[in-house]
């Protein structure tokens, strides 16, 4: 079946750590994007890549840095210069005239 | 104010309920308008996807754009249990990869 599939589900950082999140999609989509998450609060954009070795910053792209080296991977690096890394990460890819198709998210926490 | 409204919840109905869940938004560009449901501790799945104003039914769920109000709604029939969930409302101006605007969600239950 095709989808989207995010690794780690669940995630633990240290103060001062770098963290990669994983997301490999099988639709063939050209776009794909990372979103956070926070309770009570709605999606807030990234970064996101409509071609490959190409990608833009979100509206909250500070402290998160993204590679696009294949048409079908787009992991997403978590910084030590992210302050509040504690959230619910999602990775979506989108073909025109379309939604989003999701991933199931990674939990990261800051431990 | 923020480009789009949704009301918060949480909401609470009966079994069999007709459930209605709103969004009121800002840009009067937008004319893709997109629902999606998300269960706890999951990613968003897409549930309605429409153009410009009208309604578009798909089993028991409708989704209604009005945009001389700026305002949508998707209506759920005959509600269940697993209906239970935040449903997320989204919207973007075009039809290539423009900026996808999500609403905070509302959280629904569904009590049997």
């Known amino acids: 079946d095709g989808g989207i599939t995010q690794s780690p589900k669940y995630l633990f950082r240290k103060e001062g750590q770098n963290v990669t999140l994983s997301c490999e999609q099988n639709?063939?989509?050209?776009?794909m994007y990372w979103y956070r998450q926070d309770p009570g609060q709605g999606l807030r954009l990234i970064y996101y890549?409509?071609?490959?070795?190409?990608?833009q910053k979100g509206d909250i792209a500070e402290g998160y840095s993204v590679s696009r080296e294949k048409k079908e991977s787009f992991p997403l690096t978590v910084t030590s210069a992210q302050k509040n890394p504690t959230a619910f990460y999602l990775c979506a890819s989108r073909t025109l005239n379309y939604g989003y198709t999701f991933g199931s998210g990674t939990r990261l926490t800051v431990v | 104010q923020k480009e789009v409204e949704q009301d918060p919840g949480p909401l609470s109905v009966p079994e069999g309920a007709i459930v209605s869940l709103n969004c009121t938004y800002s840009?009067?560009?937008?004319?893709?308008f997109m629902w999606y449901r998300q269960y706890s501790r999951k990613g968003p799945e897409l549930l309605m996807y429409?153009?410009?104003?009208g309604n578009k039914e798909d089993g028991r769920f409708t989704a209604q754009v009005d945009k001389s109000s700026k305002y949508i709604s998707l209506f759920i029939r005959d509600s269940q249990p697993s209906d239970s969930a935040t449903y997320l409302c989204?919207?973007?101006?075009?039809?290539?990869?423009?900026?996808?605007?999500f609403g905070p969600g509302t959280s629904l239950s569904v009590i049997p």
């Open positions: 840009n009067s560009a937008f004319q893709y």
């Open positions: 989204a919207m973007s101006a075009g039809t290539s990869y423009d900026k996808v605007i």
């Open positions: 890549s409509q071609i490959v070795n190409d990608f």
């Open positions: 429409t153009y410009s104003s």
């Open positions: 639709l063939n989509h050209d776009a």
